[in-house]
Structure formats: C-alpha cells, structure tokens
C-alpha cells in the first residue's frame, strides 16, 4: 500500500501563511468539511449522518454542481450548515490564466454566496491567493485530508490515520462525490461517532478571516 500525507506538509504553515490550516479553539473542536459537492449519489446521505450526531459541517461547493442541484444545495443551508465556494468549474490553477481563475470564482459566488473559499485540489497561485484575500475571502485548506476519495484505501486504513491525526481545531476533510462514495459510508460515522465520545464536537468554520 503507498503510504500518503494526510495532513497538510508543515513548511506550508510558513510559506502560505495566507491560508488557514487550522482553527484556534479553545476545547474540543472539530470542524468538518465536504468538498465537490453537492452530489444526489452523497450529499443527502452525508446530511443524514450530520443529523443524527448532532455534528455540523461546511461545504466546499463547485458552482456548477449547485446550478445542477439548488434544491440540494438549499438543503444543507435549511440543516444548518454553511457553505464555501470551491471554484464554478473546479479548476486547477496551473490549467488556465489568473484573470480566469478569478472569473470562475466570482462565477460560483453566484450561487454560492460565501467568502470562505477553498482551492481544488489545494493548489493555488500566490497572486491568486492575494487577490482573493483582498476580495475579502478567508482562504481554507486542512489540517488532515482523509483520501477518502483513493479507491486503493481502505477504509480501516483511513480511519485509523484521521483519528490519530485529529486534534482540536483540526480541520478535517472529506468528499460529497460519487468517487469517494464507498470509503465515505464507512468512515465518517464511525470517526464522528468515535470522536464523540473522545468528547469532540463538530463546528461550522469561522468566518472571520
């Protein structure tokens, strides 16, 4: 099995110290997230096991998904949570201009009305990054990224790296696509529920930047 980083490399804390990596809490705090979204084949299901925990969560969403789906997006604002915008296209910043990338932002804040925004695939240019920040957005990668999305994984394998990862205000992410599906079901209601009982409990992302 390929061993990978699960959390976000540490010179990156010096060197982009425009994003935010991790939340300072004061107790025991989680703050979920779900990137690519909103999917009909994830989305209700993740929303379903948030419920039952009592765990709240914020959404990465790509801009097109939204259009495709409103009434799903509409519903994990009605459940409580929030939202951020994860690009219109999902774009990675190396495949086109900065004047376009900037273009499809602003494009998905046209449904997704947010000022949290987190890079696909976590790449961004750094004058993307500034320009963003000078349009008032707060700039969220992670602390721990769960693979779950990497069929090659398993979901004992994943779990087991995320729990020992976690500490407060890690920010922890997942995917709400069909891709990350199979490990998804598995993992995230035996990490919620086992970091529950560590005494964790599971926040929106806060919008101050």
């Not at 110290?17 to 979920?32: M, Q, W």
Request: proline fraction near 5%.
């Amino acid at each position: 099995m390929t061993l990978r980083f699960f959390k976000f490399p540490a010179f990156f804390y010096f060197i982009f110290n425009r994003f935010t990596f991790r939340e300072n809490v004061s107790g025991k705090k989680i703050f979920l997230t779900f990137d690519d979204g909103p999917s009909k084949e994830a989305t209700p299901w993740i929303l379903e096991v948030l419920k039952r925990y009592h765990a709240k969560a914020t959404f990465f969403c790509v801009g097109e998904n939204v259009v495709e789906q409103p009434a799903l997006y509409q519903q994990i604002l009605d459940a409580g949570h929030q939202t951020g915008n994860h690009t219109f296209n999902h774009l990675n910043t190396k495949d086109v201009s900065i004047d376009s990338y900037i273009k499809n932002v602003k494009k998905c804040a046209e449904v997704v009305n947010s000022r949290l925004f987190r890079p696909p695939y976590g790449r961004i240019r750094p004058r993307i990054a500034k320009q963003l920040k000078r349009m008032g957005y707060k700039l969220v990668l992670w602390t721990v990224l769960s693979y779950d999305f990497d069929t090659e994984l398993s979901p004992g394998f994943i779990l087991r790296k995320i729990v020992r990862q976690t500490r407060p205000g890690s920010i922890v992410v997942f995917h709400d696509n069909v891709k990350a599906k199979r490990n998804l079901q598995i993992v995230l209601p035996r990490y919620i529920a086992f970091m529950s009982n560590k005494g964790y409990s599971f926040e929106l992302i806060p919008k101050r930047i």
